[in-house]
């Protein structure tokens, strides 16, 4: 059979996402954000997820509904502070000690996904030495300089946000939508891609930037 | 005495700047450095979400939510322009491929020690996005900050007080009072505002201060304060 990754649905493309899963979700400062696979994932309710996610407070993201619901138990992220003076719905979780927060560099933050995508099991970064962040964390001196250790992450899911997919699961990316989609989606066991729209010849080698290897499923939310 | 305002501030950095450079620029007062660039002085600016070459704001008509930079304002491109990756984007900086990055902070120390990301708000959550990696990596790290709290406390000073972003790694710091280099024996005023003396800029300061042999006068044109 050729291959087709089009999925009819969100509800559908993430059916067998079980509790406990590490969801990895793409997107910055508005661009990429999935918030159609987010809102699906609410829905289908599965407990005690790990969030990886730049933001875990940015207002134009739905990543909060997820949080608000009490279905995450834990995020790591490099922003966890909401708009404002009032609390989000992760700072009053986190401050009532029903969320777990890794704080990281963002650098560090979407290497660490990078290695957990690419074998390797951890690395040294000169990023965050003699911080909290780096606080507990092992720290090696190269060439005259003290670097910290960061271990790789990895996951059960991936939720990402495209412009146009074809049947393979090639994806394009408008503008700044691309971020950490192409590092999550290499560290995540289940891919699933929400674009604009799927076209049904085959996207030219030249425009794809993330390959339909690193994807298993497509659904169609439109603008 | 007429402290510059914000908007001054970053003009009196952007001078500094030339031709050739890849920038970038942090929240708040640093974002409007894109704003005076001498015209002489073709730059590229970066922003941590991947934008090589982010132009100005854009008009109403043409905003575009997936076209953005890392303060999430609705941005366009200048000619040249590319769009990486997060991965890539920090490789970029972590690298040292970034030639200046100029940020707000909080406290500066002699050492060139910053403090920039958690003023340690309540209950609010920790934010450190890309500072400390761009503080750490960056060729040059230059901060544009008022010289001292709304108090009057000084944010120059012997050792950071907040939360360190990172460590020796400050080397200009652009005030409402004066421009002051960092280096390996301390604080070098640069420029000092018309109408100050060397003794009072060093008691709103909180370590020592050198002066510069040809120390020059602050100046900037009159721009509107910055919100």
Known sequence: ??????????????????????????????????????????????????????????????????IETGLVRKVICSAARGQGKDLSPFERLWKAGKIELVCLPQGTFAECIR??????????????????????????????????????ITG??????????????????????????LAMATAASLVVAEVRAVETEPISYQRVQLPGAYVDRIVTVGR | MQPLNRRQMAWRAAQDIGSGLLVNLGMGMPVH????????????????????????LAPPDR??????????????????????????????????????????????????????????????GP??????????????????????????????????TLPLTAKGRVSRVYTDLAVVDVTPSGFVVLDLIDGLTEAELAKRTGAPLAFAPDLRVLTAPALPDAE
């Not at chain 1, 690395?123 to 190269?142: D, M, N, S």
């Not at chain 2, 230059?142 to 406390?153: N, P």
């Open chain 1, 115 to 152: 290695a957990g995508g690419a074998g390797i099991p951890a690395f040294y970064t000169p990023v965050g030495v003699g911080t909290e962040l780096a606080r507990g964390k092992e720290v090696r001196r190269f060439k005259d300089r003290d670097h910290v250790l960061e271990h790789a």
């Open chain 2, 33 to 56: 450095v894109a704003d005076y660039l001498r015209s002489e002085a073709d730059v590229f600016i970066q922003a941590e979400n991947g934008v090589i070459g982010a132009g100005a």
């Open chain 1, 1 to 66: 059979m050729p291959i087709d990754k089009r999925v009819k649905s969100a509800a559908e493309a993430l059916a067998d996402v079980a509790d406990g899963a590490t969801v990895f979700i793409s997107g910055f400062g508005g661009a990429g954000f999935p918030n159609g696979l987010i809102r699906a994932l609410r829905e289908r309710g599965p407990k005690n997820l790990t969030l990886v996610v730049n933001s875990a407070t940015h207002r134009f993201s739905l990543t909060h509904e997820l």
């Open chain 2, 127 to 160: 934010l450190v996005g890309g500072a400390m990696d761009l503080a750490a990596c960056a060729r040059s790290v230059w901060v544009i900050m008022e010289h001292t709290t709304r108090k009057g406390s000084p944010r120059l000073v012997e050792a950071c």
């Open chain 2, 63 to 124: 905003a575009d939510a997936d076209l953005v930079d890392a303060s999430s304002r609705r941005i366009t491109l200048r000619p040249g322009a590319s769009i990486i990756d997060s991965v890539w984007s920090f490789a970029l900086i972590r690298g040292g491929h970034i030639d200046i990055t100029i940020l707000g902070a909080f406290e500066v120390a002699h050492n060139g020690d910053l403090a920039n990301w958690d003023m340690r708000v309540g209950d609010k």
């Open chain 1, 156 to 181: 059960e899911l991936a939720l990402v946000r495209a412009d146009t997919a074809d049947l393979y699961g090639n994806l394009t990316f408008r503008y700044a939508q691309v971020n950490f989609a």
